[in-house]
């Protein structure tokens, strides 16, 4: 459910308090123009829309399909398109090399997501095929992602399903959709509008209220009831809904009382604060319209708008309604501000690669991935493979096609690391480590090159005096060939062993040293060409030591999180990018924005870029959200990565929604986007 009833009730409680009686004599604004009635003499929804001849309306007319009607209301073109409940347009999406209007409907004959190309009054169908939405859907609205420009559709149910899915062009031109995630609620669910600048969602929920939730399918839905029947300012049943957008200051919610036969208005910049109520009347001073359904706002100029319009349902009628949005705004004195126009992208705060494959997910629900490590094959790099952690349960082998070699359920693994060339019984091995959780101790194995399989060689459990082990990372002194391992836990310490051949096939940790911090730390990745270790204090910033065992305790701070506003913490996983000579790149997870922040390897270190990994819908593979651990390879790991790859966990892995997993992004992309170079 989207919001627990515990939580509702905390919700309903405060807009109570605040509520006040109903007001009585509210102003009224006039519909100041109509379309012409529909073919079919049905309207469900209608919305308007912008193009260089000034613009009109797309109508959903029940069984007469989609109809198009110019700035004057007249019709000028329709499709057929089942029964239609609802419509809602995006601008400015790319249909095989052309910028195109898109017009989302809601075919409920068979329950689908139907799309359509507009251009002037025609409108052509150009999805690869009706999208089944699998319930009994109400309305769609449409929302072009801040961080990757993606088109999402909204689509609400009967049933209180809020289902989120990507519209996506396929090889061949044609839109498609695949669901991200679905939010519930407990009962119908009306219509829904989004704030784009924002990326807020509102979706009214009919007999609960107004709720709104970000729009970013890889965050937390965050929800929050607005308003509510009975005990705010809605009078039995939530309706339409519009938002308005004249930049800061004017920013405005729409909420239809249908029952109340009047408009609500919210004050979006603060915190949806109820302004006051209109009702409306038809044109040449007719009846009001007693029971306003759907509703869309329009803040850019129309002719004879110029502060842009508010189109009504009419659900009595059988035509729909605009109202000036000046008349609203004169109404209730508040300010129409200096709109802004859909059609104009929010930039993106970053620039966006895509996965190209991912992991099947860890069998543990919750937050359960937690750290990779990424091993190359020593003579065929397509059979390279990547070791993860699984923090409730074990470690996983995975191939480069992100499938499972091996499962090991050996105990609650946090984080992961690995080095080449360990002597184990005179022969060189790669060994894995591994920080336990379940009885505090590092857990060690060798990967064998033939079966790609762990084996376990620690001599006995080898403890690490920690209440909580977690953070982990590995290191080989170039100088004498030793391998050590870096592990902390929920306090400030960071303890150093060096890892020994026990004699006997096994492998025993020897403890050498402590570093310590003023807080909490996890992500570590430690230079082996350079001997430096690169920590990071989560809500600090970037540290770098000496990883060698007679380092000592000095610190330098290369980068603190509060300088660098295009990060946020915690700052969290961390690896790097070997260009060799002791060049290169460190990449840190920035969990707090979902991003990831580039430094070069070498010299002043300084700040490079960041990159957000966005959903690649023709592979089926979603964004990476809240990502805890990373690992950065500069080798060849086969077709798809020859010039090597990061691995992140995904802590929101949508698109379906499941338990969450490993991504794989390859190095090429991130370097092309940042102007990197590649090995």
């Not at 219509?191 to 007999?207: I, L, R």
């Not at 929920?490 to 026990?502: I, M, P, S």
């Not at 980068?559 to 060799?580: M, Q």
């Not at 023709?618 to 077709?639: C, F, K, M, V, Y």
């Amino acid at each position: 459910m989207l919001m627990k009833s515990t939580a509702m009730a905390a919700a309903l409680a405060v807009i109570g308090a605040s509520a006040m009686a109903q007001d009585a004599g509210l102003p009224t604004v006039k519909a100041t123009l109509g379309t012409a009635p529909s073919a079919s003499g049905a309207v469900a929804a209608a919305v308007p829309y912008l193009d260089g001849a000034g613009g009109g309306f797309v109508g959903a007319t029940a069984l007469g399909g989609l109809e198009v009607y110019d700035r004057a209301g007249a019709r000028v073109g329709s499709a057929p398109a089942g029964e239609v409940g609802g419509v809602d347009v995006a601008y400015g999406f790319d249909i095989a090399g052309r910028s195109s209007t898109v017009v989302a409907a809601i075919d409920t004959t068979d329950n689908s997501l139907r799309l359509y190309r507009l251009d002037g009054a025609t409108l052509t169908e150009v999805g690869a095929r009706s999208v089944p939405l699998g319930f009994a859907a109400e309305n769609v609205c449409l929302y072009r992602g801040i961080r990757d420009g993606a088109l999402y559709a909204f689509v609400v149910g009967d049933g209180g399903e809020i289902d989120q899915q990507l519209i996506y062009a396929d090889a061949n031109g044609r839109l498609d959709a695949r669901q991200m995630r679905r939010l519930n609620v407990i009962s119908t669910v009306k219509q829904c509008a989004v704030d784009a600048g924002s990326g807020t969602v509102y979706a009214s929920e009919e007999s609960v209220g107004v709720w709104r939730f970000d729009a970013n399918p890889e965050a937390f839905a965050d929800p929050v009831l607005i308003d509510s029947p009975r005990f705010g300012k809605i009078t039995e049943e939530s309706g339409g809904l519009a938002v308005y957008d004249g930049g800061e200051g004017a920013r405005w919610l729409i909420a239809a009382d249908p029952k109340g036969g009047r408009l609500n208005v919210y004050n979006r910049d603060q915190d949806d604060a109820y302004v006051g109520s209109v009702t409306v009347s038809g044109l040449e001073g007719g009846e009001a319209i007693g029971e306003p359904g759907p509703l869309f706002a329009l803040s850019q100029p129309m002719p004879g708008f110029p502060s842009g319009l508010l189109l009504v349902t009419d659900e009595d009628g059988s035509n729909f309604k605009a109202v000036s949005f000046a008349d609203i705004a004169s109404a209730l004195n508040i300010t129409t501000g200096a709109p802004v126009d859909p059609r104009v992208r929010v930039q993106p705060p970053v620039v966006t690669v895509l996965a190209t494959v991912e992991t099947a997910p860890v069998s543990s629900f919750g937050d359960a991935a937690d750290d990779p490590a990424i091993w190359q094959h020593p003579t065929d790099p397509s059979l390279s493979a990547v070791v993860g952690t699984d923090k409730k349960g074990g470690l996983y082998v995975y191939d480069m096609q992100g499938r499972v070699i091996q499962d090991l359920r050996d105990g609650k693994m946090n984080n992961v690391d690995l080095r080449d060339h360990f002597m184990l019984g005179g022969h060189p091995v790669t060994l894995v480590t591994a920080s336990n959780r379940t009885d505090k101790s590092i857990a060690i194995y060798t990967l064998d090159p033939a079966t790609r399989q762990l084996t376990n060689v620690a001599d006995g459990v080898q403890p690490t005096e920690l209440d909580d082990p977690y953070g982990q990372c590995m290191y080989r002194d170039p100088a004498t060939g030793r391998t050590y391992v870096f592990i902390n836990g929920d306090d400030t310490r960071k303890r150093q062993w060096e890892l020994v051949d026990a004699g006997n096939g096994k492998v025993r940790a020897v403890f050498v040293r402590e570093l310590t911090f003023a807080s909490q730390t996890e992500g570590c990745v430690a230079d082996d060409e350079t001997g430096a270790l690169y920590v990071n204090e989560e809500d600090v910033g970037m540290w770098r030591a000496r990883a060698a065992a007679e380092g000592g305790s000095d610190m330098t701070l290369v980068r603190a999180v509060a300088d660098l506003p295009t990060t946020k913490d915690d700052y969290e996983g961390i690896g790097i990018y070997d260009l060799g000579d002791g060049r290169g790149y460190i990449v840190l997870s920035s969990q707090g924005n979902d991003t990831y922040a580039v430094f070069r390897r070498e010299g002043e270190q300084e700040y490079l870029g960041s990159f957000a990994v966005a959903a690649n819908p023709q592979a089926g593979i979603d964004g990476i959200s809240e990502t805890d651990g990373l690992d950065i390879s500069s080798r060849n790991l086969g077709p798809g990565f020859e010039h090597g790859a990061m691995v992140a966990q995904d802590g929101r892995n949508v698109l379906p929604v499941e338990n969450q997993n490993y991504k794989y992004v390859p190095w090429e992309s991130i370097a092309r986007a940042l102007n990197l170079e590649m090995r």
